[in-house]
């Protein structure tokens, strides 16, 4: 069977594990060992967003090979999968851009069923915080305000459906490559998503 293609992303004090198929599934750790672990860990609960995109996911899909190691930065230590892989900047197929697209609108669907089976009072976090339901949503919907400026779309409110547009005809001027936007902006929602889903009371 095919392994799953990994991109390990490391920086002074964290690193990011992300499979580079499949969008939204990306982990942390203190260490490269630690973040893989993490990612094979939660191989299952990445398999409920596949069936959502219908999109058939691999039996054993922990199986993992790291195919490129990337420097990370700041970004990566403040948590977040902040470095395009080079395999990213090729461009995507028709066939592979849709498929990517249905992924990331599947993580936006499963934080929204999230969001619609959570109370507004989630609780607390491991160090004692943490935002309640509305102002995790709220921040994700921000976040993708910004994510919209690297691929060069403009808008003033959140607007998923041109992020969905702007992914599937890319804007050449973009900062960011399309298979990294979308990696980064399913990584959110589904990051939240699940903070969100262990946080129910």
């Known amino acids: 069977m095919t392994k799953t293609r990994v991109y390990v992303e490391v920086g002074g004090k964290r690193a990011f594990a992300s499979a580079a198929d499949w969008p939204g599934w990306s982990r942390s750790g203190k260490t490269e060992p630690a973040a893989l672990e993490a990612l094979a860990a939660y191989a299952p609960r990445y398999a409920k967003v596949a069936r959502l995109a219908r999109v058939e996911f691999p039996e054993d899909a922990s199986d993992l090979n790291v195919v490129e190691r990337l420097n990370g930065n700041a970004s990566t230590d403040f948590g977040v999968p902040g470095m395009p892989a080079k395999n990213e900047s090729k461009p995507l197929t028709d066939a592979e851009a849709a ?32 935002r309640d339901r509305d102002k995790m949503y709220a921040h994700v919907l921000e976040a993708e305000l910004g994510y919209a400026r690297q691929i060069g779309v403009r808008i003033k409110e959140p607007d998923r459906g041109a992020l969905r547009a702007a992914l599937r005809n890319p804007n050449p001027d973009a900062r960011w490559p399309v298979a990294y936007a979308v990696r980064r902006i399913a990584w959110h929602a589904l990051d939240h998503a699940w903070e969100m889903e262990d946080r129910i009371p």
């Open 99 to 130: 498929r990517m697209v249905a992924l990331v609108e599947a993580c936006w669907k499963y934080l929204d069923n999230v969001v619609a089976r959570s109370p507004q009072a989630l609780t607390k976090g491991p160090r004692g915080g943490g």
